[in-house]
Every structure is written in structure tokens, then in C-alpha cells.
């Protein structure tokens, strides 16, 4: 399910940092990675450095015991690395999140984002921890709007390979004009929480179920803060509505604005194959 990584790398990446991230990557059951490096006007470094950065970092990926291959291409970065992810058969793509200046990032646009945005395959974001590496996972929250993206997430959720202690199951809604409409909207969000969670016990030691109204990436990152969650599973609808296309989906919000990494699903990706234990 979460064999083959499709890793984009800039070369500029703190390589302390980068190789905890790959650590994370193996904890989740990859093994293999695929480095990408689309060289740009903006980060254009001779091929020759760029190949022999690249070797040095494999090798201490190798040593991790992780197969590795590189790739340096030329050209637009999001839509290239995009398209090889998909020829070599990823099933994944994973982003080393370097946030932008508000002013950059409205001006240039970012590369991760674009990637988010025209991405087909699931993404891993990492969001290093500044000291205690981000390698395990503890607490993990999934935001779900009971749609077409539960369908492409909970196979991720309850697979043996993707393993955390605690799993928190968060719906934002609206709230009803009425009380008693609100009641009643309020215990079919509850319902719908437990029916999921019933499907996911077997996987986690805890399954707790949160229910919360407001603007929903605000609360997604409030309640990924409250419970200390090390990642926030989330789904990206591929029929945003007119908000969300004029605002940006919540799926490239939260990048930008949660405290750890992020998990992003694709409603339409397929489905993974379903792992035993003991493989």
C-alpha cells in the first residue's frame, strides 16, 4: 500500500532532517524510494553537484536498509514530478514541507502546492519537528466529511502497515437554524462517527470520535493541536465547490497552517490492496 515513495527533493533540504523524514516513511512500511529532481531556473545547479548530492544522500538511505533510485530532470516542477511519480508506479508522493512568506507564496505560488493541488496519488506531507524527530507514529486524526473520500481513506486507516496508538475521527459541520434541527443533525454526525470508528477498533488501541462546527481547516488544525496528534489524515474531494476553488480546497490549506504532518487522500485514487500481519 505504502511501498513505493515518490520523494521530491530540492538538494537545499536540511539532510538531518531529510533522512528523519525518510525514517518516518520506512516506520509507515515503505521500501522503496524514488529521490526526484526537477531542476528549475530558480535552482539551477550544475548536474554534475547535483548528481553527486544526490549519490551521497542515497547512500545513507541505503544504509537504512531502504532500495533507493534518483532521477534529475529539467523543467516545470510540479507537473514533471507529478508525471514520473506516476510511470514509475508510485504509491505514494511525500513533500518536505518548506513554508513560503505569505507575500512569496501569493506572488511565485509554490511548487508543493501546485503538486497538491494537480496530484492523482495520495501525498505525504512532512512537517519536520524542530527537536524531537517525527519518525513514529503516536495519535493520528482523520477529518472526514462522510463523502466519497471515506471510501479512499479508510482502506489507509485500518491497514496493518499504517499503525498509531490513538485515532481521533473528526466531522466539522455547520450548525442547523434550529435547535431541534441541530439536534437532530448533530446525532446523525455522531452515528455516522461510531459507524467508522466500529470499522477501525480493530487497529488502534483507542478510536475516539470528535464533532466540532466552524470554518473546517481551522478547527482541523485546532483539534490536531488540542489532542497532540503526530498526523492529520484527510481527504481532497475532486468536485470542490465555488468557495473552495476560489479559496483553495482544505486539503491545501492545512499544509500551511497544522503543527505536524499531513496525509492527503485522493477521492479518486484507487484502492490499496488489503495487507495481512505477517506481511
Same mark, same amino acid.
Given at each position: 500500500?505504502?511501498n513505493t515513495a515518490?520523494?521530491k527533493?530540492?538538494?537545499?533540504e ?5 533522512l528523519?523524514?525518510i ?9 522503496q /524510494?524514488?529521490? /526526484?529532481?526537477? *531542476?528549475?531556473?530558480?535552482?539551477? /545547479?550544475?548536474? $554534475?553537484?547535483? $548528481? ?14 531502504i ?13 514533471? %514530478?507529478v ?16 513554508p ?6 501569493? #506572488?511565485?505560488g509554490? /511548487?508543493?502546492? !501546485?503538486i497538491l493541488r494537480i496530484?492523482?496519488l ?6 519536520p519537528?524542530? %527537536?524531537?524527530p517525527? &519518525?513514529?507514529?503516536?495519535r493520528v #486524526?482523520?477529518?472526514?466529511? %462522510? ?11 485500518? =491497514?496493518? *502497515? %499504517?499503525?498509531a496508538?490513538?485515532l481521533? #475521527?473528526?466531522? &466539522?459541520?455547520?450548525?442547523?437554524p !434550529?435547535?431541534t434541527? !441541530? ?6 454526525v455522531?452515528?455516522?462517527? *461510531? ?7 480493530h487497529a ?14 481551522r $478547527?482541523? &488544525?485546532r483539534?490536531a493541536?488540542?489532542?497532540k496528534? =503526530? ?7 475532486e468536485?470542490p465547490?465555488a468557495?473552495?476553488?476560489f479559496?483553495g480546497?482544505?486539503a $491545501? ?9 499531513v496525509f ?8 490499496p490492496?488489503?495487507?495481512d500481519?505477517?506481511?
Open positions: 500500500m505504502l515518490a520523494v527533493i530540492s538538494l537545499d536540511p539532510q538531518k532532517k531529510f528523519e523524514m525514517a518516518c516513511l520506512k516506520s509507515y512500511g515503505t521500501t /524510494i524514488h529521490l /526526484i529532481h526537477v *531542476r528549475t531556473k530558480s535552482r539551477y /545547479i550544475y548536474r $554534475e553537484k547535483a $548528481e553527486a548530492r544526490l549519490e551521497k544522500i542515497s547512500e545513507k538511505i541505503t544504509e537504512m536498509g532500495e533507493v533510485s534518483t532521477h534529475i530532470h529539467n523543467g516545470h516542477a510540479p507537473s514533471l %514530478f508525471e514520473l511519480a506516476e510511470n514509475i508506479r508510485a504509491d505514494y508522493l511525500c513533500l518536505y514541507w518548506r513560503k512568506g505569505l507575500l512569496s507564496q501569493a #506572488l511565485l509554490s /511548487i508543493d502546492s !501546485d496530484s492523482n495520495p501525498v505525504f506531507v512532512y512537517k519537528r524542530l %527537536f524531537t517525527a &519518525v513514529e507514529l503516536n #486524526l482523520y477529518a472526514t466529511d %462522510f463523502k466519497s473520500t471515506d471510501a479512499a481513506a479508510m482502506p489507509y486507516l485500518v =491497514d496493518s *502497515r %499504517f499503525k496508538e490513538t481521533y #475521527l473528526l466531522h &466539522v459541520g455547520e450548525r442547523a !434550529d435547535p434541527s !441541530d439536534k437532530a443533525r448533530r446525532e446523525g455522531l452515528e455516522n462517527l *461510531r459507524h467508522l470508528a466500529d470499522q477501525c477498533r488502534y488501541a483507542h478510536v475516539e470520535v470528535l464533532e466540532s462546527i466552524g470554518l473546517v481547516s $478547527e482541523i &488544525v483539534q493541536r488540542s489532542n496528534t =503526530d498526523l492529520i489524515v484527510v481527504g481532497k474531494s468536485k465547490d468557495i473552495a476553488r479559496v480546497s482544505t $491545501e490549506i492545512l499544509p500551511h497552517k497544522a503543527g505536524c504532518s492527503i487522500i485522493p477521492s479518486i485514487c484507487s484502492l490492496a488489503p495487507q500481519d505477517d506481511q
